[in-house]
């Protein structure tokens, strides 16, 4: 009888292993190829979030910030200071570090105090971006300063990068260290960051919104509101809404690199908002000094000098204008014919309406806001040589 016997085989033959390793590999290879797409994709996601994060930070920023302009300022003070192509500054009330200042945006008992109050002469600064120094004159509201502080943004060009065409935005308080707001920001093509838009009363009496451009525009007189706060000095008085307009990127070079465009439009609620004067006492007079003048024609003038009142730049600082008095002989007084803006340290004035054979006598107040008046100040009588026959 033969018996067949089945023998168990152990392992596996060479072709069952090359298939097993070639089935494996494959494997392996779709794998690696999901996970290396699923990091791709997620690396891309994290650096898009941070660039809308990015874009969103620095915008609002900027608008939070510049909806406070006006708020808090005195009557002499200008809201807008400077808007540029890169750089806007404004004053407003933003913080505080009394508990007791109920007019400011924010408190913050910790702020340092060269942010919580006007910029005075001693403490002058230069507008970031430009050559443009401000103020130039203190507001003061009675013996105090401003709470008022000076609140500049600017774009500019970053150094740290290997990129050549990428900004930061800066946030400035007064002359203080800026600090940064953002960064990665490009600028949109063919457009400026910043562009503003004015109201405009035309003829037909229908007020409207107006695209200015990216000026410059700056509030050159000393004081607003005054004699010299008027025509292309007051232009910037009308400006309502600045448009900001940038991209940001992720900081990370190659054609990856997500780009995010910003195109917003800010309004400034409190701009042209009229600030209510309230003035303390009559500011203090000045001293008026008289002097016969030669003029290049050979005729005679009468030269009239003073300083300014101390309650010009120091004191109550609401001085707005000097008015001028004239009479000839022992006439009275009359009316003031001339009057002469404040905002200069001392004030000259050529009165070259005068009668040859007559003697005048001329008188000067300081006005403040209220309207009120200091005393006359009376200067020697003037004669005026007659003509030699």
Same mark, same amino acid.
């Given at each position: 009888?033969?018996?067949?016997?089945?023998?168990?085989?152990?392992?596996?033959?060479?072709?069952?292993?090359? @298939?097993?390793?070639?089935?494996?590999?494959?494997?392996?290879?779709?794998?690696?190829?999901?996970?290396?797409?699923? $990091?791709?994709?997620?690396?891309? $996601?994290?650096?898009?979030? $941070?660039?809308?994060?990015?874009?969103?930070?620095?915008?609002?920023?900027?608008?939070?910030?510049?909806?406070?302009?006006?708020?808090?300022?005195?009557?002499?003070?200008?809201?807008?200071?400077?808007?540029?192509?890169?750089?806007?500054?404004?004053?407003?009330?933003?913080?505080?570090?009394?508990?007791?200042?109920?007019?400011?945006?924010?408190?913050?008992?910790?702020? &340092?105090?060269?942010? @919580?109050?006007?910029?005075?002469?001693?403490?002058?600064?230069?507008?970031?971006?430009?050559?443009? $120094?401000?103020?130039?004159?203190?507001?003061?509201?009675?013996?105090?300063?401003?709470?008022?502080?000076?609140?500049?943004?600017?774009?500019? &060009?970053?150094?740290?990068?290997?990129?050549?065409?990428?900004?930061?935005?800066?946030?400035?308080?007064?002359?203080?260290?800026?600090?940064?707001?953002?960064?990665?920001?490009?600028?949109?093509?063919?457009?400026?960051?910043?562009?503003?838009?004015?109201?405009?009363?035309?003829?037909?009496?229908?007020?409207?919104?107006?695209?200015?451009?990216?000026?410059?525009?700056? =509030?050159?007189?000393?004081? =607003?509101?005054?004699?010299?706060?008027?025509?292309?000095?007051?232009?910037?008085?009308?400006?309502?809404?600045?448009?900001?307009?940038?991209?940001?990127?992720?900081?990370?070079?190659?054609?990856?690199?997500?780009?995010?465009?910003?195109?917003?439009?800010?309004?400034?609620?409190?701009?042209?908002?009229?600030?209510?004067?309230?003035?303390?006492?009559?500011?203090?007079?000045?001293?008026?000094?008289?002097?016969?003048?030669?003029?290049?024609?050979?005729?005679?003038?009468?030269?009239?000098?003073?300083?300014?009142?101390?309650?010009?730049?120091?004191?109550?600082?609401?001085?707005?204008?000097?008015?001028?008095?004239?009479?000839?002989?022992?006439?009275?007084?009359?009316?003031?014919?001339?009057?002469?803006?404040?905002?200069?340290?001392?004030?000259?004035?050529?009165?070259?309406?005068?009668?040859?054979?007559?003697?005048?006598?001329?008188?000067?107040?300081?006005?403040?806001?209220?309207?009120?008046?200091?005393?006359?100040?009376?200067?020697?009588?003037?004669?005026?040589?007659?003509?030699?026959?």
């Amino acid at each position: 009888m033969i018996t067949n016997r089945i023998r168990s085989r152990a392992g596996v033959t060479l072709l069952e292993l090359l @298939v097993a390793l070639v089935v494996g590999a494959i494997i392996m290879q779709i794998a690696l190829s999901f996970f290396a797409r699923q $990091g791709r994709s997620f690396s891309s $996601g994290v650096a898009a979030m $941070g660039t809308m994060q990015n874009a969103r930070f620095a915008i609002n920023t900027m608008e939070k910030d510049v909806r406070t302009m006006g708020i808090g300022v005195l009557a002499s003070q200008p809201s807008l200071v400077y808007a540029g192509p890169d750089v806007i500054a404004f004053n407003a009330n933003y913080a505080s570090n009394l508990s007791t200042d109920l007019n400011a945006v924010y408190v913050d008992p910790s702020a &340092p105090a060269g942010q @919580v109050e006007a910029a005075t002469l001693t403490t002058r600064f230069t507008i970031p971006m430009t050559s443009t $120094g401000y103020p130039d004159g203190n507001y003061n509201d009675g013996a105090s300063n401003s709470p008022a502080e000076t609140i500049s943004f600017f774009f500019q &060009p970053d150094p740290t990068t290997t990129r050549t065409d990428d900004f930061v935005l800066y946030r400035q308080v007064n002359g203080t260290t800026p600090a940064v707001v953002a960064r990665n920001l490009l600028k949109s093509a063919g457009q400026q960051f910043l562009e503003y838009m004015a109201v405009e009363v035309p003829s037909d009496a229908a007020t409207r919104m107006v695209t200015l451009g990216s000026g410059p525009y700056r =509030h050159s007189a000393a004081l =607003h509101g005054g004699g010299q706060d008027a025509g292309a000095a007051a232009k910037v008085d009308s400006i309502r809404a600045v448009r900001v307009r940038f991209a940001v990127t992720s900081g990370t070079a190659g054609p990856a690199d997500p780009v995010r465009t910003v195109d917003r439009t800010i309004r400034m609620p409190n701009a042209g908002i009229s600030v209510r004067n309230v003035c303390g006492d009559a500011p203090q007079g000045v001293a008026l000094g008289a002097s016969l003048v030669s003029l290049p024609d050979g005729t005679k003038a009468v030269r009239l000098a003073w300083s300014a009142s101390v309650d010009e730049n120091s004191g109550e600082a609401d001085v707005l204008r000097y008015v001028v008095w004239r009479r000839a002989g022992s006439l009275p007084l009359g009316d003031p014919f001339v009057s002469i803006p404040a905002g200069g340290g001392s004030y000259t004035y050529v009165d070259q309406a005068v009668e040859p054979g007559t003697a005048y006598q001329y008188a000067v107040a300081a006005q403040d806001c209220t309207p009120a008046r200091s005393s006359q100040s009376f200067s020697a009588s003037v004669p005026i040589p007659a003509p030699v026959p």
